[in-house]
């Protein structure tokens, strides 16, 4: 069972805009509305930005925003800000082999 | 508060076994998932599996089917993840993690434990 797919990195400007993807299959991404992402800074524990596709959990910023597409899901950053840089990882809810979750390999996020 | 407190770092030698735990509070335990998570130095996030400690029903990823084992004790608010017989291997940061709805797994964790950092050397 094959992890998401995601970009190894991605980077931008302050202030500018950037997409992540993540793509899976019919029987993850493109079967549920359940991918979520996360933003991990180096030891610190992972934290929730989006769940559901596009849902922010309370006091995350607005300027994070996710989005579906067939099989592929996509986190957008606008207004990126220097303390947006760390990794990020989508997953899934997926019923292949067990009903369980998939994540991605994840984004390093460079703020330029 | 909302949260999970893991047990804390170890360094075991390789074929030994071990078992590390992960507590809540602030919530209903018995009623949400607790997922286990491994990161590996320099990798990426891993699903190894989820327990629902209402009634122990456990979910494994099938990469870590056989490698460890998920169990909790709902009378005490504390999921644990064990091995019978380390391997160099299972050096990695494990982190147990709760999802945003009781009863359902939808990948979706929003409390997160501080990670156990198990390293196993031969």
């Known amino acids: 069972q094959s992890a998401l797919t995601q970009p190894a990195s991605v980077s931008g400007s302050p202030g500018q805009s950037i997409t992540i993807s993540c793509t899976g299959t019919?029987?993850?991404?493109?079967?549920?509305?359940?991918v979520s992402w996360y933003q991990h800074h180096p030891g610190k524990a992972p934290k929730l930005m989006i769940y559901?596709?596009?849902k922010r959990p309370s006091g995350v910023s607005n300027r994070f925003s996710g989005s579906k597409s067939g099989n592929t899901a996509s986190l957008t950053i606008s207004g990126l800000q220097a303390e947006d840089e760390a990794d990020y990882y989508c997953s899934s809810y997926t019923t292949f082999n067990t009903r369980g979750v998939l994540f991605g390999g994840g984004t390093r996020l460079t703020v330029l | 508060e909302v949260q999970l407190v893991q047990s804390g770092a170890e360094v075991k030698k390789s074929g030994e076994s071990l078992k590390i735990s992960c507590k809540g509070s602030?919530?209903?335990?018995?009623?949400?998932?607790i997922g286990w998570v491994r990161q590996k130095p320099g990798k990426g996030l891993e699903w190894m599996g989820v327990?629902?400690?209402?009634?122990?029903?456990?979910r494994y990823s099938p990469s870590f089917q056989g490698q460890a084992t998920i169990s909790a004790d709902k009378s005490i608010n504390t999921a644990y993840l064990q091995w019978s017989s380390l391997q160099i291997s299972d050096t990695a940061m494990y982190y147990c993690?709760?999802?945003?709805?009781?009863?359902?797994?939808?990948?979706?964790?929003?409390?997160w434990g501080q990670g156990t950092m198990v390293t196993v050397s031969s």
């Open positions: 559901d596709v596009n």
């Open positions: 327990i629902y400690p209402g009634d122990s029903d456990t």
């Open positions: 602030g919530y209903t335990f018995s009623n949400y998932f």
């Open positions: 019919i029987s993850d991404v493109g079967a549920y509305n359940f």
């Open positions: 993690a709760r999802p945003v709805s009781p009863m359902a797994i939808r990948g979706a964790f929003d409390i």
